[in-house]
């Protein structure tokens, strides 16, 4: 009853990035059944994400297997992609990395591409003390464009944290996490590591009066084929 309670109590939705597993396309000619095949589960995403915008706002993160552009920062996924759901205003494809206030607290993350390449190539192994380390470091993305892919900005560095947020959260990580830090100018950021929904069956439900978090797990009889 009390998930219930919370799960009535959102007031927003955001979809932190690999929305739709990528499926495998076929070399040559489609069939019509083939072309339904592939499309199928966006169409699928496209109608769950117009029922939620019917009741409340939703936020669309593009992430490594989503259709945007590869390097970072990732720009909006196209409207066309979503028919049904882009007919409300309450629905929003956003970018990756990505900003936003909500009841005067500010937050700010990303899809997950850059804390699983600092994983890469350091010793940390925890995606709490990566991201406590790029909070302290005042960079989104520290390990680009050596490793990760990021667009060449010539006249800034659009990965500078200029401004400590007082949640930052990384998606597609591989188990729920968080975590209360002062790593930069000495404001209490709170840490969220959300997991990979498709592998866990966990969202992530964040109070916004209070930024305290609250890991909700949806199960399921229908196992993969």
Not at 99 to 109: K, M, P, Y
Request: proline share 8%.
């Amino acid at each position: 009853l009390q998930e219930v309670a919370r799960a009535g109590a959102v007031v927003r939705v955001v979809l932190v990035g690999d929305s739709v597993v990528p499926a495998g396309v076929p070399a040559g000619r489609l069939s019509k059944q083939q072309q339904k095949e592939i499309t199928q589960p966006l169409s699928q995403l496209d109608i769950m994400l117009k029922q939620l915008a019917g009741g409340v706002p939703v936020d669309v993160m593009p992430g490594p297997s989503d259709f945007s552009n590869f390097s970072l920062p990732q720009q909006p996924m196209h409207p066309c992609l979503f028919p049904e759901a882009s007919a409300f205003s309450t629905f929003t494809q956003v970018t990756n990395p990505y900003q936003f206030t909500l009841n005067a607290h500010s937050f700010l993350g990303t899809s997950g591409q850059n804390i699983d390449d600092m994983d890469k190539y350091s010793k940390m192994e925890d995606s709490l003390d990566i991201m406590e380390a790029s909070l302290k470091w005042c960079h989104l993305a520290p390990t680009a464009p050596d490793t990760l892919a990021t667009y060449p900005f010539h006249d800034h560095d659009p990965f500078i944290i200029d401004v400590c947020p007082q949640v930052y959260f990384a998606g597609n990580q591989p188990a729920y996490g968080t975590r209360v830090v002062k790593a930069c100018a000495n404001v209490e950021t709170r840490l969220l590591a959300l997991p990979r929904f498709s592998e866990t069956g966990t969202i992530v439900l964040v109070d916004v009066d209070t930024l305290e978090s609250h890991p909700m797990s949806f199960s399921s009889n229908i196992t993969k084929a």
